[in-house]
DNA sequence: CGCTTGTGTGGAACGCGTTCCACATCCGCT
DNA sequence: AGCGGATGTGGAACGCGTTCCACACAAGCG
């Protein structure tokens, strides 16, 4: 493989010269452009961006870290984030840490082996002294990581109540809430807190089904739904991400209940899944695209080495009526 | 950042004391290591792993080129190739090329500039001669790229046949056939031509709708059902990808057709959506955990110097029987 | 005792592109 | 003529970990 010295020899001039027409740097007069074009043509030469790398001490990686691409709305978020980072010149790393309860911790140590620039992680089972300890650009999304870790989250008390009053307006009175993983006080969580709030300030009756923060897998989700349905709690409404709300609703038009009539659903995050299933889904939609924009800002910025604006940047999450609660 | 000269000197030793120490090569006294040891503790020594690279030419990254991983196709097979490969000690990069019709050159480029390692591809809008220069290992997946690129694949036509038998089986007469976007004679377009020979052998009528192979998003499907249907062509059959089947099922139902008595569907991909809606859709299932395993394995014997066993490795559909086609 | 072999070590050279510094022209201007 | 600035260039030093070679010392053996 062809190097640089050999590019500056065959045409006959310093390696610096070489570098500087490569990089637009400095001076390079017509004539040396000239051969040295030829020479990196003759020799098939493509600069080596390992010693590039090592001599600025990037690598222009970002390692994104989510629990499981094949989950919806990992993937959309992985999507957007690619696309954004993509037109700023980055690359992604993509990091499932579902599979291997030690893969986060690896993919978070790239960080100081300098393999990547920096990490955008949706994921927190290491906790926040882990992350304190890392002194590279982070950003947190949906989840607490520390202080010092910019976070890009979505307003899921005002998610959570939409969705609680709209199964109020519909007039349930008994309500499936499956409670997503996690720790309570994760910004992610605020959406079953003020869910069951107001539901308990409406004396609503509720049977709430904790969710293993590990599992995002279609099998999982079944035996979940399978283990409430079991226990004989007769309801009238449902709240629960996604998969799980669809799950129930088959369940359901299969014991020949009526959606809306007799049941009313309301699924959070609002993925492509809850329009492709019929009856639709109503949803509290999570702005994807946008937080994956927001996170691609904030992590680019932490890598120029300027400070994020805000430490904590909130969207709004929308609620998009469809076919599963009353018109 | 204290590198392994801090160390060396730290611990009162040799660089390449401290270097054969972190690798476990060549002797290092016992009396050594324990300083060298609380040496790297003292200082929080990480080794630079982009000066690694640097020497031993390589960088552990796998760039896995795939349209969208928004579609579950991809997705489940970026997540099962991202799992088998971080076995491996590779990590994957992940390149959505059909945001931008530069994408997959430039990712294709950083095999020339050491950036990865190596590239699986499931894309192939650029065609055999340009994959052709490339002496660096490269995978394909459900395409041909070249002579000397080795392929992991499905046997489409026995995907195809599968399907068209059964809808001849269930007594269709009128089929509408989506018809997959690229070349002819890509492996993933066998599925196609074989389908549409066996409908034309026994006299089946076929509307066929050509899909554009840019373009995977629900949007575009949406549109592309809507044409189909606004052809006036009555269907008692439907073939077409996971997506297309679904949207197609959701209109039938929609205009108060039967399924499966008025209109039967098969499927293709048989990814976990054709699972979650109602009734269940029968679908040709390409096994994605095992293309995605076959993939590794041989990317990583590329990259390792080996020559793959086979240049082509055929793996088996199976058709799963769900609730659109007669039990 | 002399020799081989095993153990252990320091440090230079290397991989490869970038930057910086010293140095050389040539131009215009006073 | 003399000076400042723009233009242009070559190559050493650098970034950082790895490998290899020269060298040192101990033990084992005839």
Redesign the interface.
């Known amino acids: 493989m062809a190097g640089i010295k050999d590019v500056a020899k065959y045409a006959g001039v310093g390696v610096g010269t070489v570098s500087r027409m490569i990089n637009g740097s400095g001076y390079v007069s017509e004539e040396s452009r000239e051969k040295i074009q030829a020479a990196m043509k003759a020799l098939d030469y493509?600069?080596?961006?390992?010693?590039r790398?090592?001599y600025r001490?990037k690598?222009?990686?970002i390692a994104?870290l989510v629990p499981?691409?094949?989950n919806?709305f990992f993937?959309?978020f992985?999507?957007s984030i690619?696309?954004e980072l993509?037109v700023d010149g980055f690359?992604?790393?993509?990091?499932?840490t579902a599979?291997?309860s030690g893969?986060e911790a690896e993919y978070l140590?790239?960080l100081?082996?300098?393999?990547v620039d920096g990490v955008v992680s949706c994921v927190s089972s290491l906790g926040e002294q882990y992350y304190s300890t890392i002194k590279k650009p982070v950003v947190a999304v949906d989840r607490y990581l520390g202080d010092n870790i910019p976070v890009v989250t979505v307003d899921h008390r005002e998610g959570g109540r939409m969705a609680a009053e709209l199964l109020i307006e519909n007039g349930c009175r008994n309500v499936l809430h499956f409670r997503g993983a996690g720790d309570i006080d994760t910004p992610y969580y605020d959406r079953h807190s003020e869910f069951q709030r107001i539901m308990d300030e409406n004396n609503i009756r509720t049977y709430c089904y904790d969710l293993a923060w590990d599992r995002m897998d279609?099998e999982y989700y079944i035996e979940a739904v399978d283990k409430a349905m079991q226990s004989g709690f007769a309801f009238d409404g449902v709240f629960a991400v996604d998969?799980i709300a669809?799950?129930c609703m088959?369940r359901c038009?299969?014991q020949n209940k009526r959606i809306p009539e007799d049941v009313k659903i309301v699924a959070y995050d609002g993925t492509?899944?809850t329009?492709?299933?019929?009856p639709k889904v109503t949803a509290v939609v999570q702005p994807i695209e946008l937080l994956a924009r927001e996170a691609a800002k904030t992590i680019t910025a932490l890598i120029a080495g300027k400070d994020p604006e805000q430490m904590k940047i909130v969207l709004k999450a929308t609620l998009r009526k469809r076919s599963t609660t009353l018109p």
Chains 1, 2 share one sequence.
């Open positions: 493509t600069p080596n961006e390992l010693a790398n090592l001490k690598s222009g990686i994104v499981n691409v094949s919806p993937a959309e992985i999507d690619e696309e993509y690359k992604v790393m993509l990091c499932n599979k291997n893969a140590d790239m100081k082996r300098h393999i279609s998969r669809i799950e088959n038009l299969k492509y899944i329009d492709i299933v019929e």
